[in-house]
């Protein structure tokens, strides 16, 4: 199975599994047609969304996607939820890159928060069912799967094969049309919003997007907290997503989450971790990068430290939900799944002596799984045994196996997506 990365911003790399420097994200084991029902469980630290499952390796979108949502619910009354279409951001971002030159041989399915971010400032946000109607109840995209084997298809050696036929941005809109079976519909509203050859963007253009299921991002409601006072306050999805100012500096706007890399001093790791723990007493769905080794993945859903042997590898995003703290003064260990409500325990376990033993993880592998266990439905406690590893980070071999005789020790916590004031 072909494992791709996220990104690591800090040193302006790739992931690698392997020798290969494509990005993406480490999926499951089987990415076969079963489906699962998402769990109904309610887990009430984090205003999480439904638990989804990616079936390629985009589960930068799918966190993404999950911190949006959570925004979202948040600011409704009633906690109503959106589901945001995943899809509809794959499809652009494929757009993107066979448009501007990069998918020469094949799609990326990789990329990064800054990278979705972009993203929804240029296309929007659109309902899942609106996309794929069939699929605005499912779990897990099937058509994905299916689109991403077309459109590599087209441009191994069908009508998208040429550089001439790439830059024809008219010709890869309808490949992309057709390798996503999209409605006349859909079709249509795309057109209307972004022209058939994508003449016209959100983020460069006043064209209007009414008749149409397309939202610009200023017009979904979201609570976010005060940088100064954290207190909670009615903005927009587009005040949280912020504007880009360069590839790889801070985003702008008051209220514009930033990524922070983990840092490799002790002291250091520690007052970031204080940082995430602040946003998480404000139940702020924090962005999570991290390498994951399946080798370390045990019985209980668990990765609680680094492997003997290193197994199948890649890079992924997640979202936080809980955590749980030993040596906390005063009030020894803080467990996870157990709500705090007391000030001076929350005020305590910020201490810089205080240790966070393990973070508990909302993922975009299914909520109910056949192949593997969870701590909770779709969520899963990551121990700072292996998040601090070293971990054996290693290069693939040509059948897509972990190639054990080639591989460097390495740090699995990559970084971090904070709201300001953090």
Known sequence: MNLDLVRRPLLALLLAAGASLAGGCAVAADEGDDEFEASTDAITDVNHSSVKRQSIGNCWLYATA???????????????EMNMSESYWTYWHWFDQIANGSA????????????????????????????????????????????????????????????EARRDRALVRRELDTAWELS???RSQITRVFGASVSRTLDRSTVSTSFTSIRRASSIRVELRD???????????????????????????????????????AAARRNTLIRVQK?????????????????????????????????????????????????????????????????????????PAAKIELIRVKNSWGSFRPDRQFVLPGYHDLYMKYLDGPVKRCSENAD?????????????????VLPPGY
């Open 66 to 80: 999950s911190w949006a949502e959570s925004l979202n619910k948040s600011a409704t009354r009633g906690n109503a």
């Open 104 to 163: 020469s041989r094949e799609i990326s399915t990789g990329g990064w928060y800054a990278t979705a971010a972009e993203i929804i400032n240029r296309y929007g946000i659109v309902a899942e069912g609106s996309f794929i109607p069939s699929e605005a109840n499912d779990e897990m995209s099937l058509r994905q799967k299916t689109a991403l084997d077309k459109i590599n298809a087209s441009i191994k050696s069908g009508a998208l094969s040429t550089p």
């Open 184 to 186: 006349s519909n859909v």
């Open 227 to 265: 940088p100064q006072t954290r207190q909670p306050v009615t903005a927009t999805l587009q005040d949280a997503l912020g504007t880009r100012t360069t590839s790889w500096g801070p985003r702008e706007g008051r209220f514009a989450w930033q990524m922070t890399s983990y840092p490799t001093s």
């Open 279 to 351: 946003a998480m007493h404000d139940r702020q769905p924090v962005i999570m990068s991290w390498f994951v080794d399946f080798n370390a993945l045990d019985p209980q859903g668990r990765f609680a430290a680094p492997p003997a042997t290193p197994g199948r590898q890649g890079g992924h995003m997640v979202v936080v939900e809980d955590y749980q703290i030993n040596d906390v003064p005063g009030f020894g260990t803080l467990k996870v799944g157990q709500l705090e409500t007391r000030p001076e325990a929350l005020e305590a376990a910020l201490s």
């Open 400 to 416: 897509g196996t972990t190639n054990t005789n080639n591989c460097y020790d390495d740090t699995p916590l990559n970084d971090f």
